[in-house]
């Protein structure tokens, strides 16, 4: 049975939903000694490499399945499956999403609605359907992702970053709604990631790492914490852009 409350991580399996994804193998990578831990991903591609650094960090095991976030229609019946077999999802780490393509999206609608339904559509579904499943036997931990671009939408981003507005709004309200019930969840607001998902671009002041957003994930867990902004400097400018002028605004970069 998973803690019930103070601090700590709860105990159970640790479930990685995009499992290719450089943060959340950063975080299953520090939470993997002695834990079962499963990496969801789409197929088409191997994981074995993946597979193969949480078991060398010690995994107690490590198991794979197909997860296409996308597809929601999926989402309830796989959750469940996974809960059942590995025996309850202690901590759950949605680390999917879809960055996408500004200029795109600004002419093709339908690529802005891909953006959006895989950073905000999807995680409303994958999130109701694991606090329901946590929620009933009263232990486990959410990690979701939102981002500082959803806390002023910039106008350099805006189709990603209203995504991740609407996903901090949604978070924020579950957690609030989980109080009391064992369930914790963790919204994390990191600002630009150098990484994959961001390569070729040029980083923004403030960046991270991959493995700087998994360090203060792990230690968010261990505290319980509601949220975290890596880098923590970041919750101070992001209180100041409030009171930015709107032609200030505009013409900010990513």
Not at 97 to 113: I, T, V
Request: hydrophobic content about 45%; glycine content about 12%.
């Amino acid at each position: 049975m998973g803690l019930r409350g103070g601090r700590g991580i709860a105990e159970g399996p640790v479930l990685i939903l995009g499992g290719r994804s450089e943060i959340g193998v950063e975080v299953a990578r520090r939470l993997a000694p002695g834990r079962v831990v499963v990496l969801a991903a789409r197929a088409g591609g191997s994981l074995d490499e993946q597979v193969a650094v949480l078991t060398a960090a010690g995994a107690e095991a490590v198991h794979t399945v197909e997860f296409d976030g996308d597809d929601v229609t999926s989402h309830a019946a796989l959750l469940e499956k996974i809960d059942a077999e590995y025996g309850g999802i202690g901590v759950a780490v949605l680390a999917f999403g879809k960055l996408g393509d500004q200029a795109r999206a600004e002419q093709d609608p339908a690529h802005a609605l891909e953006v959006v339904h895989t950073d905000y559509v999807a995680q409303i579904s994958v999130l109701t359907t694991l606090a329901n499943l946590m929620r009933a036997r009263g232990s486990g931990q959410l990690v979701v992702f939102s981002s500082v671009a959803g806390a002023r939408v910039r106008r350099a981003n805006y189709v990603y970053g209203s995504a991740k507005a609407g996903l901090d709004g949604f978070a924020t309200g579950l957690a609030a709604a989980l109080h009391g019930s064992g369930v914790h969840l963790m919204l994390l607001r990191p600002g630009f990631v150098i990484g994959k998902m961001t390569e070729g671009m040029s980083p923004a002041p403030f960046s991270s790492t991959p493995a700087q957003v998994a360090d203060a994930t792990v230690r968010g867990l261990h505290r319980r914490s509601v949220v975290v902004w890596v880098p923590r400097a970041l919750q101070l400018l992001c209180a100041a852009s409030r009171f930015a002028p709107h032609f200030v605004w505009r013409r900010l970069p990513r």
